[in-house]
């Protein structure tokens, strides 16, 4: 069974630096993944998708980047702000239905 | 454009009441459907999907059930809610990638 880790669970920067958040999966055959962001008590907001045959997605500030070979994905945010604190969530998918969760590395950025 | 609707956004239920969570969907047609829970620090757990109207699938013995009455709609109901029930309910769909509605936050007292 797939197992998805994000590392670290928490972290915490001033505003203004550049970051990385890692996601590493089991299971090297999937099609694709995706990175979430989740604010407290909220749904999910999807942020970047990459198909398997990908090695990165970017979107404004964010760069998602994916090495299927050796199970890693890693979230770069630029230039971080207080409004990207949240929960940051990446999911492999493995099959038509089955989405496999990490749980989560929560970010906080310091004004 | 694609849209989730998911209601409503919180709900607190005594033990052994009823239990109805509806999910619609716009702007696509025979999408695949999802019902997951968040239970508080922990992940996502896929609780049913569905591919069609009448088909549900469990991936989770439990409590709930699930319903798809129209081809944009799926339910999650539950005829005797337990403690254990509590937790954040999301619905998806599979589109180009998963979009998440904005959830029902549910308290079993």
């Known amino acids: 069974k797939q197992e998805v880790t994000q590392i670290p669970a928490a972290l915490s920067v001033p505003e203004g630096e550049n970051l990385v958040l890692n996601c590493s999966f089991t299971d090297s055959a999937i099609y694709n993944l995706q990175w979430f962001r989740q604010d407290p008590g909220k749904g999910l907001t999807s942020l970047l998708l990459i198909q398997s045959s990908q090695r990165e997605q970017t979107s404004g500030r964010l760069n998602a980047s994916l090495d299927k070979s050796s199970g890693r994905s890693t979230l770069y945010i630029a230039a971080s702000q207080p409004g990207d604190s949240a929960t940051y969530l990446c999911a492999v998918q493995t099959g038509a239905n089955n989405l496999f969760f990490g749980t989560g590395t929560r970010l906080t950025v310091i004004p | 454009s694609q849209t989730i609707h998911q209601w409503p956004a919180t709900l607190v239920q005594p033990v052994g009441s009823p239990l109805s969570l509806e999910c619609t969907v716009e702007g696509t047609s025979n999408p695949n459907l999802y019902w997951y829970r968040q239970a508080a620090g922990r992940g996502l757990q896929l609780l049913f999907y569905s591919v069609g109207i009448g088909q549900i699938s469990s991936e989770v013995p439990q409590n709930l059930s699930a319903s798809r009455p129209q081809d944009r709609q799926f339910i999650l109901s539950s005829k005797k809610l337990l403690l254990s029930d509590s937790g954040f309910y999301l619905c998806?769909?599979?589109?180009?990638?998963?979009?998440f509605g904005s959830g029902t936050r549910l308290t079993v007292v």
């Open positions: 998806a769909w599979r589109g180009y990638g998963y979009t």
